[in-house]
């Protein structure tokens, strides 16, 4: 009975080892949704396209992260020869399927270890998620089958505070004269009293303590003191023995790093590629990114590092909770202590002993999987140090960043490796809900580019009839109605560049919809074996089997229909993009308006330095760097006139319209 339980094969049809061998130069990109408990899809899926290609670019957030880290692994294993490496792919949803240590139903909740405080703020999540995540109707409101167990775990409070409140009751109901008023006190003083008791002795207490002081998390990631990371890891270990394996190492190893992806060989046998910091992603192998989110600064950061303006540290103490000792001596090995990169640092001195630069290149992958791992509230939040530039300069020192889930500004990085003509496809797998007018509709990739460009809906409005059936039954219920309308607003704030992504004529028909049922995936940390088995079957090989249907070429063809449309709609796309950017460019450069003629710009800074300050950019220009800039200059307006002479309509229009605009890195 061990391997099907291992695999799974006792519930659903497990996808064969992969034994196939894609061509050396067929290649793709994957950037993957973040969803927590929906990421048991990605496997099955990774493992289908790898079948046909080979994987250049992976990206992800959250959970997808962790699925891009494996993927990345495992193709490292097989540019080095290990062929097993996604072995480890097919038999993850199996083994987090399994019957989990201390009797909990799976391995994957076994995978979440909240501290000692916070057990029974975890208890009662899990509890919440899977009455909210029910699909059966119950006579008996879901907000007081939740009671029950709160009042259960917080007994002793809950005791007390209804002794007061009857001691107060009676007290009231005793003193005349009597009246409805002080029956009406009698019945609500000892449910009001039971409730400031839970809430003030109970859950406050547990909030602080299991949550705020845990790193503003319940579970850090990694397995609790006093239990066996081997037979009872927590998910970090578990992601981390993942990992080492897939790419054919010991557990015991040195941890993967971006740098090890980077020079991988191109195929087995070749020579490794050496890439240092600071060169360009198309010169890496194997090019693995996720996106985390860094609360303090309010805005997502790529990982590994790239920007030289993005600089970080950490304290070895810190990190130890997160992560093992193994992966934080890794890091202190390559890592060089704080010293200023300009003149607006701090000195090196004694403020800032004990802090190191994170590594870039040289990052194990584990640590950034996990620092784009973070769901709010459930993980705790990974705190990283950064100088703080909004103080005076004299006065500068490091302070504590908080980083949590990447999904909270970017869920679905679709633009990661977009390129202006793409050499390969770029995949994606997007974590939605079920079309409640296509109910049997599990896995959609548009066939055309024509499909897809339209709006998904959020449906919360109790008048729409494809709202789901619980949120109809509030159409009478006025706070139920707006208790969904701002859950929508919450995911409209965090999706909307996701969504409005995926309608583009470039991305639409490259990004497979997985339409997930109510009770599947998400926060659904609990779900029983058989359900994450069929998801991975269900959406995560369909899917996979779907991209390589569409995009993978038979022997002695050159492309796909699919693939050679996707290109030719990233052509035109780009070409529509450039016009409207450039458009007007050249009448701007040459305006007199209250300004310098940019030609007479150029000229007049071989002279005198074009920009204020003290950098290396503060300089006059040598001849040749001005000519060059002369050059590009006539480029661009020679590139505009030729937009406006063959300025014929094409057959072609991309809907909706795109737009080219300057952005920083993300």
């Known amino acids: 009975m061990t391997a099907p339980l291992d695999t799974g094969e006792d519930v659903v049809d497990v996808p064969d080892p992969l034994t196939e061998r894609p061509p050396d130069d067929r290649f793709c990109d994957l950037v993957l949704t973040g969803g927590v408990a929906s990421g048991v899809v990605y496997p099955w899926a990774i493992l289908e396209i790898a079948r046909s290609f080979r994987f250049k670019n992976i990206g992800g957030t959250s959970v997808g992260a962790m699925a891009a880290a494996l993927a990345a692994a495992a ?203 600071g060169d360009e992603r198309r010169l890496r192998s194997i090019n693995l990114e996720m996106i985390t989110t860094n609360v303090t600064h309010g805005r997502p950061y790529r990982l590994p590092l790239q920007d030289e303006t993005d600089r970080l540290y950490f304290r070895p103490d810190d990190l130890r909770r997160f992560f093992p000792e193994r992966v934080v001596a890794a890091m202190l090995a390559v890592a060089q202590p704080y010293a200023p990169a300009s003149a607006f640092d701090p000195p090196a001195g004694i403020k800032t002993l004990g802090l190191w630069e994170l590594p870039r290149g040289d990052l194990p992958i584990l640590v950034a999987a996990r620092m784009s791992l973070s769901f709010p509230l459930l993980f705790s939040a990974v705190p990283l140090w950064a100088v703080d530039h909004e103080m005076p300069r004299e006065d500068r020192v490091l302070k504590r960043c908080w980083f949590s889930d990447g999904g909270l500004c970017s869920n679905f990085p679709i633009h990661l490796f977009d390129a202006a003509v793409p050499r390969w496809p770029t995949f994606g797998l997007w974590l939605g809900q079920r079309n409640p007018f296509r109910r049997n509709v599990f896995v959609w990739l548009p066939e055309t580019h024509l499909q897809g460009s339209r709006d998904s809906w959020q449906r919360f409005d109790p008048s729409d009839p494809g709202t789901p059936v619980q949120a109809r039954e509030r159409a009478d219920k006025p706070l139920g109605f707006l208790a969904g309308f701002l859950l929508a607003a919450g995911l409209t704030a965090k999706d909307w560049q996701d969504r409005s992504a995926m309608r583009l004529a470039t991305a639409r028909n490259r990004v497979a919809r997985l339409a997930l049922r109510p009770g599947e995936g998400e926060l659904h940390i609990g779900m029983p074996r058989k359900r994450i088995l069929r998801m991975a079957r269900r959406y995560g090989t369909a899917s996979g089997r779907l991209f390589v249907e569409r995009y993978a070429e038979a022997p002695g063809e050159h492309a796909t229909a699919a693939w050679r449309e996707q290109r030719w709609v990233r052509l035109q796309a780009l070409l529509a993009g450039l016009r409207g950017w450039l458009k007007g460019a050249a009448s701007a450069a040459a305006s007199q308006a209250h300004t310098v003629p940019m030609r007479q710009a150029i000229d007049a800074a071989v002279d005198v330095p074009p920009l204020r300050g003290h950098d290396g950019g503060a300089r006059t220009l040598h001849d040749d760097e001005a000519e060059q800039l002369q050059a590009l200059l006539a480029g661009i307006e020679q590139l505009e006139e030729r937009f406006r002479v063959n300025d014929a309509a094409q057959p072609y229009k991309p809907v909706p319209a795109p737009e080219l605009r300057l952005r920083t890195p993300v």
Request: charged share 20%.
């Open 75 to 277: 193709e490292y294993g097989r540019r080095n020869g290990y062929d097993d490496g996604f072995e480890v792919l097919r038999r993850a949803p199996g083994d987090l399927a399994k019957p989990g240590p201390r009797g909990l139903r799976t391995l994957m909740l076994s995978l979440f270890q909240p501290a000692p405080q916070g057990q029974r703020l975890f208890d009662l999540f899990v509890g919440a998620v899977d009455i909210y995540g029910e699909t059966r109707r119950s006579r008996v409101p879901r907000w007081l089958r939740l009671g029950w167990p709160v009042l259960r775990s917080y007994r002793k409070p809950a005791v007390w505070g209804g002794l007061l409140g009857l001691l107060l009751a009676a007290d009231c109901a005793l003193i005349p004269p009597f009246s409805w008023g002080s029956v009406l006190g009698f019945v609500l003083t000892i449910p009001i009293c039971v409730v400031g008791a839970v809430v003030w002795f109970g859950l406050r207490s547990d909030l602080i303590a299991g949550l705020v002081k845990n790193d503003l998390g319940l579970c850090h990631g990694t397995t609790l003191q006093g239990r066996d990371p081997k037979t009872d890891p927590g998910l970090v270990e578990w992601l981390d023995k993942g990992i080492q394996l897939a790419a054919g190492l010991g557990r015991e190893d040195a941890p993967l790093t971006f740098r090890d992806l980077w020079s991988a060989p191109a195929s087995p046998g070749a020579r490794p590629v050496a890439v240092r910091d």
